[in-house]
């Protein structure tokens, strides 16, 4: 079946960088979209960008587009999510997603989740 596992969250303070990781596994055909989302405490899980193998990235978010990198390895084991000038309100669970066909910036569109990774910003 197709894992993925999250990393590379902790605290960081404002305007720093992280560098999320995304490491999939299983079933290609399963896991030809990838998406990265996050979940503020107490608030809603948004989208904040999407790699497909077909059609490429997509940012979900256009307030997050300058800021947010999302890219892979060669191979498309890995997908990573940058995150540059870190703010507080940045701060929440990372998940990344996966399904088997169709960009799409709607989690409930994805079949496949992570663990989360936690991202802490303190000003």
């Known amino acids: 079946r197709v894992r993925l596992v999250e990393s590379g969250g902790g605290s960081v303070q404002a305007g720093g960088s992280l560098r999320l990781s995304c490491a999939v596994s299983g079933d290609s055909d399963a896991r030809s979209v990838v998406g990265w989302f996050r979940q503020p405490p107490g608030k809603a899980r948004e989208a904040v960008a999407v790699l497909s193998r077909a059609d490429g990235p997509a940012y979900c978010a256009d307030s997050l587009k300058a800021r947010f990198t999302i890219s892979q390895d060669n191979a498309g084991n890995t997908i990573y999510l940058r995150l540059m000038n870190l703010e507080p309100e940045d701060d929440g669970v990372y998940y990344c997603?996966?399904?088997?066909?169709?960009?799409?910036?709607?989690?409930?569109?994805?079949?496949?989740w992570g663990q989360g990774t936690q991202v802490t910003v303190s000003s």
């Open positions: 997603a996966a399904r088997a066909f169709g960009r799409s910036c709607s989690g409930d569109d994805f079949n496949i």
